[in-house]
């Protein structure tokens, strides 16, 4: 016959807690509190002081509840050692453990090592009761620890013997909701109008009442979303992309390998600052934020040439690339930002990899790809691609904050106006001053942190390693590449002079160049000193003086006029606008509600058949006599024209061709005609009587008009 108890009757609170027991606390102090409120110390029978040091109290396995006791039945008639995991496998289990788990199997390996320590001296049997009193610990709870760890490395024990606690008995599920509940709930939570989850559970809920659908609480539904959707997921249907691409680290490059004017890179930058320019021509001064083009040696960071304007432009970036080149060399590589004022033919014309603008055989080769510089574009809306965007960053507080810019301070975004926002502007003038104070500070600041700086200044590294560095001067010749202009224009057919800006720039050698196609440099500083010409393969022909100075003064009054005359077709086209009503196609729309329904139409009874006479080839291709009579009318009446001396009965059309002469001139010379003055010119010019006078006024000159 099998036993009714187990071999072991008594047991102590540690353990009790230690045995993991069904239905009883895994911790000593948990078992305490079962055993005070269910009183099994008043339970003499059943409870007895424990003898032997450390005293302290022993409990009856027959107070243990049903399936405790049922457990140690079981384990008593069975007795099985459970399989103990591999070494890689015990310590990958053990990795992901909490760290309140780790502290405790260091607590038991650290107690063991004591028993091992004293057993020597005293055998296992004393030592484990010595340390077991010490530490206040049940000696059987540490034989259970030395059999965990029976046979296994001293350096393997962590994972052996870190609390294994028992699976809880599986619950069971609860009642599960409508996939179409949840599928509704992710598609209105899952918006770039990034809507709360409470909202979209609301009115979720209110269709799945109407649908009959099973739902859970909303916590619960959170919980199931935030399980089944990724938060990149999330992240990307809420926020989009761009947000996702912040979340993937950035690339970082090495610059420790290269030298000084191997790369530099260059973008604008909009100064959160008012400054005031210059009034032109008794206009009202232009007050907005200043725009600064900057190139920046990557391998330094040092910023090597910048420039000031209104807006971005090509003009701005081609000189601020002059003042680079010229004060320091020419760069192996250049990383531009892929907007269109450093895309310009210009700057890049010809680059290969140039995917702005429409490329064509002729295009005019760019600044730097005449001096053989290698072209790179930076990713779109990707400011971590160039190296200059930090340096940026440090300009917004260090100049546009300081203290002489009190007042003219505009904030770093419309909600963060400051209270003085627009009671000052800065004079240009001021502005570069603090300007160039500011970027040279920037420079020259010790403490840098690059892999290159150590603590140096941009200034000190980018001098130190220019000394040693292979650098590619600019000869003359090459200055004059990013001088203004570099425009495809066709010499005069006769005289081979150049006609640009509203002026004419010719010398003797010319001549040779007529009807050619040409390239033009300048300096937008002295426009009339005149232009260096170029053939289309970019060969240097000569300079041209300037012969006729009706143009521009410089770039910045072409640009004031490009300005008026946008602003005036502006207005232009708003004015038509607002004549316009009605669109084409609900003007069509109305019509064809108007349209009657197609009304019977008689059936002809008798056809007339109609015969074509055959026409002989050779009247096919001789003209027809009318045709004829009228081309010998028109050369004749032409001759006459022509030969006709000049009478007083013709001063009337002479007087209306020299006022279409007069206007035609203050087009070319770039003025600005009133909406009568156009509409007059253009029906004029369409007139037989323009064209007569046109041919007699290319014959003979001013001379028509006696």
């Known amino acids: 016959m099998t036993s009714a108890a187990p071999d072991r009757l008594w047991w102590s609170a540690e353990e009790i807690a230690a045995a993991?027991?069904?239905?009883?606390?895994?911790?000593?102090?948990?078992?305490?509190?079962?055993?005070?409120?269910?009183?099994?110390?008043?339970?003499?029978?059943?409870?007895?002081?424990?003898?032997?040091?450390?005293?302290?109290?022993?409990?009856?396995?027959?107070?243990?509840?049903?399936?405790?006791?049922?457990?140690?039945?079981?384990?008593?008639?069975?007795?099985?050692?459970?399989?103990?995991?591999?070494?890689?496998?015990?310590?990958?289990?053990?990795?992901?453990?909490?760290?309140?788990?780790?502290?405790?199997?260091?607590?038991?390996?650290?107690?063991?090592?004591?028993?091992?320590?004293?057993?020597?001296?005293?055998?296992?049997?004393?030592?484990?009761?010595?340390?077991?009193?010490?530490?206040?610990?049940?000696?059987?709870?540490?034989?259970?620890?030395?059999?965990?760890?029976?046979?296994?490395?001293?350096?393997?024990?962590?994972?052996?013997?870190?609390?294994?606690?028992r699976a809880a008995p599986e619950r069971p599920r609860a009642k599960d909701c409508n996939p179409e509940f949840f599928a509704l709930i992710k598609s209105d939570y899952l918006r770039l109008e990034q809507p709360p989850f409470t909202d979209c559970y609301r009115r979720s809920v209110k269709r799945a009442r109407a649908e009959g659908w099973d739902i859970l609480p909303e916590r619960t539904m959170r919980r199931r979303l935030d399980a089944a959707v990724s938060q990149v997921s999330q992240v990307l249907a809420r926020k989009g992309l761009d947000a996702v691409k912040r979340m993937y680290p950035a690339q970082v490059r090495d610059k420790t390998a290269m030298t000084v004017l191997e790369a530099v890179n260059a973008d604008f930058h909009k100064f959160d600052v008012f400054v005031r320019w210059p009034a032109a021509r008794g206009e009202k001064p232009v007050i907005g934020r200043a725009q600064m083009v900057a190139f920046q040696d990557i391998y330094s960071g040092r910023i090597l040439a910048w420039r000031v304007d209104q807006t971005p432009n090509a003009t701005a970036v081609l000189l601020c690339a002059g003042d680079m080149i010229e004060s320091w060399g020419i760069p192996q590589h250049v990383l531009l930002d892929n907007g269109r004022e450093f895309a310009a033919k210009a700057i890049t014309g010809g680059s290969p990899?140039?995917?702005?603008?429409?490329?064509?055989?002729?295009?005019?080769?760019?600044?730097?790809?005449?001096?053989?510089?290698?072209?790179?574009?930076?990713?779109?809306?990707?400011?971590?691609?160039?190296?200059?965007?930090?340096?940026?960053?440090?300009?917004?507080?260090?100049?546009?904050?300081?203290?002489?810019?009190?007042?003219?301070w505009t904030g770093n975004r419309p909600e963060a106006k400051p209270e003085n926002y627009g009671s000052r502007a800065i004079d240009l003038e001021q502005f570069l001053e603090v300007?160039?104070?500011?970027?040279?500070?920037?420079?020259?600041?010790?403490?840098?942190?690059?892999?290159?700086?150590?603590?140096?200044?941009?200034?000190?590294?980018?001098?130190?390693?220019?000394?040693?560095?292979?650098?590619?001067?600019?000869?003359?010749?090459?200055?004059?590449?990013?001088?203004?202009?570099?425009?495809?224009?066709?010499?005069?057919?006769?005289?081979?002079?150049?006609?640009?800006?509203?002026?004419?720039?010719?010398?003797?050698?010319?001549?040779?160049?007529?009807?050619?196609?040409?390239?033009?440099?300048?300096?937008?500083?002295?426009?009339?000193?005149?232009?260096?010409?170029?053939?289309?393969?970019?060969?240097?022909?000569?300079?041209?003086?300037?012969l006729l100075k009706t143009g521009f003064f410089d770039m910045d009054e072409a640009r004031a006029h490009a300005r008026a005359r946008n602003a005036w077709l502006a207005a232009e086209k708003t004015a038509l606008a607002a004549h316009r009503k009605y669109k084409a196609a609900e003007i069509g729309e109305g019509l064809t509600a108007l349209t009657p329904p197609d009304l019977p139409r008689p059936e002809a009874k008798v056809v007339r058949p109609v015969f074509a006479k055959p026409v002989p080839k050779s009247a096919r291709k001789a003209p027809a006599p009318d045709l004829e009579r009228a081309q010998a009318t028109i050369v004749a009446d032409l001759a006459a024209h022509r030969s006709a001396p000049v009478r007083v009965a013709e001063e009337e059309p002479r007087e209306r061709f020299r006022r279409a002469l007069e206007l035609e001139r203050a087009l070319d010379a770039g003025?600005?005609?009133?909406?009568?003055?156009?509409?007059?010119?253009?029906?004029?010019?369409?007139?037989?009587?323009?064209?007569?006078?046109?041919?007699?006024?290319?014959?003979r000159g001013d001379t028509i008009f006696g």
């Open 20 to 165: 993991a027991l069904p239905d009883m606390p895994s911790t000593r102090q948990g078992v305490e509190a079962l055993i005070k409120r269910a009183g099994w110390r008043q339970d003499t029978l059943h409870a007895r002081r424990r003898a032997g040091r450390g005293g302290g109290w022993e409990y009856s396995w027959q107070l243990l509840p049903v399936r405790a006791r049922h457990q140690l039945m079981r384990s008593e008639r069975a007795p099985r050692e459970p399989e103990r995991m591999g070494r890689d496998e015990a310590w990958t289990w053990f990795e992901a453990l909490p760290e309140a788990v780790k502290a405790k199997a260091r607590v038991r390996q650290s107690i063991l090592q004591k028993v091992e320590v004293l057993e020597p001296a005293i055998g296992r049997q004393s030592a484990v009761t010595e340390v077991a009193r010490l530490e206040g610990l049940g000696a059987r709870t540490i034989w259970s620890w030395l059999a965990l760890v029976e046979g296994v490395r001293a350096d393997d024990r962590l994972p052996y013997l870190a609390p294994r606690h």
């Open 353 to 408: 990899t140039r995917y702005r603008f429409k490329v064509r055989d002729e295009d005019i080769p760019g600044l730097f790809t005449a001096l053989g510089c290698e072209i790179h574009w930076a990713t779109p809306y990707a400011g971590q691609s160039k190296p200059i965007e930090r340096a940026f960053r440090d300009m917004c507080t260090a100049i546009a904050k300081d203290p002489r810019f009190a007042g003219a």
């Open 671 to 699: 003025d600005r005609l009133t909406a009568e003055q156009q509409r007059w010119l253009s029906v004029y010019q369409t007139q037989p009587e323009y064209r007569a006078e046109r041919m007699l006024w290319d014959e």
């Open 435 to 546: 300007l160039a104070e500011g970027i040279e500070e920037h420079n020259t600041r010790q403490g840098r942190r690059s892999e290159v700086a150590w603590g140096r200044s941009f200034a000190e590294v980018f001098d130190e390693n220019y000394a040693i560095a292979p650098i590619r001067k600019a000869t003359e010749a090459q200055r004059r590449l990013w001088l203004l202009g570099a425009e495809g224009l066709r010499a005069d057919s006769q005289s081979g002079c150049v006609r640009f800006q509203g002026s004419e720039f010719w010398s003797e050698w010319m001549h040779e160049i007529a009807e050619q196609r040409v390239i033009v440099r300048f300096d937008p500083a002295a426009f009339f000193d005149g232009l260096h010409i170029y053939s289309q393969d970019n060969a240097y022909l000569g300079h041209a003086t300037c």
